[in-house]
């Protein structure tokens, strides 16, 4: 069975530092991943998303996202936070055609 | 567009009571989906609809959970009776078929006390 695991559960970072969130899956097959953000009181917004071709993923808000094969990964970067980022941030795996397997979630915090 | 529409925001019951959350899928998506968030579990996959038909309830926790979808533009769920371990927030999404783009709701905050 897919599973999605994103193993730090809370990061603060600095206003202007970079941010890195880690998401490593296991599936049997090359999956559809992606990255979700939810802000407090809100749905959850797709940030970006990786089918096939190139590797490195450009979504917006400025977020990048790496897809590693080899290491069943799909970190999540973005070169300088800025203090709206502070947010909850999901991986999911799709499978099947409707089937979105999520992360537990990383709480990202912004100091100034 | 407005986008995913949720009611209530916020529900506060007591155990035993009916409780039905609603949803208005985007115009024009006919996949709907609803979704449960704790703690403990994460976000979770309760139901999903294909043009208004459940195709996989398979994550519907037990039978006190029932989701109806009467038309293209409304679905509910609905939980009776309903029990504090069903506390959570429960988020409702929709999109095209074939288009893999989820848009989520701003989910309802259901206390169960």
């Known amino acids: 069975a897919q599973s999605v695991t994103q193993p730090d559960i809370h990061i603060t970072v600095s206003e202007g530092a970079s941010l890195e969130l880690r998401c490593n899956y296991s599936y049997g097959a090359t999956p559809y991943l992606f990255w979700y953000v939810q802000s407090p009181g809100q749905g959850l917004q797709l940030l970006l998303k990786?089918?096939?071709?190139?590797?490195l993923v450009q979504g917006i808000k400025g977020f990048e996202a790496e897809f590693k094969r080899s290491q069943s990964s799909f970190n999540l970067r973005k070169p300088s936070v800025h203090w709206s980022d502070a947010a909850e941030y999901f991986c999911?795996?799709?499978?099947?055609?409707?089937?979105?397997?999520f992360g537990a979630g990383t709480t990202v915090t912004v100091r100034a | 567009d407005a986008g995913v529409i949720q009611s209530p925001r916020h529900e506060v019951t007591e155990m035993g009571q009916e409780v039905t959350l609603r949803c208005k899928p985007i115009s024009g998506h006919n996949s709907l989906f609803w979704y449960r968030q704790t703690m403990m579990r994460g976000l979770e996959l309760l139901i999903y609809?294909?043009?208004?038909?459940?195709?996989?309830d398979s994550g519907m926790p037990e039978d006190r959970f029932s989701a109806k979808m009467p038309n293209a533009s409304f679905s509910t769920l609905k939980i009776q009776p309903s029990e504090p371990r069903d506390s959570a927030v429960y988020f409702c999404?929709?999109?095209?078929?074939?288009?893999?783009?989820?848009?989520f709701g701003s989910g309802t905050q259901l206390s169960v006390l």
């Open positions: 609809f294909n043009n208004n038909v459940p195709i996989d």
């Open positions: 999911a795996v799709g499978v099947d055609d409707y089937k979105l397997s």
């Open positions: 990786y089918f096939s071709g190139d590797t």
């Open positions: 999404a929709s999109r095209r078929t074939g288009n893999e783009k989820l848009f």
